[in-house]
């Protein structure tokens, strides 16, 4: 399916979903649900729970409603749209587990594939002036060193080194810290400290960046693995270097997604040309 066919297929799925929550789901009162979606005996999609977040009306009335025969009549519809648009996203509704709507300002409604809870209120305001900083870091490094395109790149977490010889120009040596991956499968974010596959000395190395963060009021931190987005994941590396005054973050690919490293105390390599 072309890109342009899937977004206009995508609008229309989101057009009636949206008309469908205002009428029969006290739209108005909230701002996201999260519809827990699996495979019946048949194959077929069917709605194994729904979370309601954001609530700004009457919590009661809101409960009363979801609670109620008009949700159940609609079940079935949310079902079948949310298996449509993992469909349309390339992904695997049996990975992702249901989907999440979420209301905008214009009371239209926006597509987050997996159960994506409501952002911690400081991430969701610092958000993008996070990712400001971290392009703003990341482009210094780029035009200092041509970090990271064109040249090689070698990683050793175990060591907390990374080391990049550019095809001309100055080497660069920087100290490296496992901060999370995320897996655009099952669109999950995992922070580096409970990582199974990361070596118990990487884990620790991880877990003090974030024992080290003064703000404890996001849940974001105490949560070992939660879905999210791929902007999600890298706004949480931002944090994560912000806090930690590092240099900039380094995004690798891997079998399983995507591999973000925080880099500190970055210098040119000695015997650089």
Not at 17 to 30: H, S
Request: hydrophobic share 45%; aromatic share 6%.
């Amino acid at each position: 399916m072309e890109a342009e066919e899937s977004r206009a297929l995508r609008g229309e799925i989101l057009d009636d979903i949206g008309a469908l929550l205002r009428d029969e789901l006290l739209a108005d009162a909230w701002g996201r649900i999260l519809v827990e979606v699996v495979r019946g005996p048949d194959g077929a999609p069917l709605v194994a729970g729904i979370d309601v977040e954001e609530v700004m009306g009457d919590e009661a009335l809101v409960d009363e409603v979801f609670g109620g025969d008009r949700a159940r009549a609609v079940v079935p519809v949310l079902a079948k749209a949310v298996e449509a648009l993992c469909a349309i996203d390339g992904v695997e509704l049996d990975d992702v587990r249901g989907g999440t709507f979420v209301r905008q300002p214009d009371d239209g409604f926006a597509w987050l594939a997996g159960l994506v809870h409501a952002p911690s209120a400081r991430l969701d305001r610092e958000r993008d002036d996070l990712l400001a900083r971290l392009r703003a870091k990341n482009d210094a490094l780029r035009a200092r060193f041509g970090f990271p395109s064109g040249g090689r790149v070698a990683t050793d977490l175990l060591s907390g080194t990374l080391d990049f010889v550019p095809p001309t120009g100055p080497s660069m040596k920087a100290r490296a810290s496992l901060i999370g991956t995320f897996a655009p499968a099952s669109r999950t974010w995992g922070w580096g400290a409970t990582n199974p596959h990361a070596p118990e000395a990487v884990c620790r190395t991880s877990a003090r960046l974030i024992d080290d963060v003064v703000d404890r009021d996001m849940w974001e931190l105490s949560t070992p693995v939660f879905a999210t987005d791929e902007t999600t994941a890298w706004a949480l590396a931002a944090f994560v270097c912000d806090r930690a005054a590092g240099d900039g973050v380094y995004c690798a690919s891997d079998d399983e997604g995507l591999v973000f490293v925080l880099l500190r105390d970055v210098v040119e390599a000695p015997g650089s040309p």
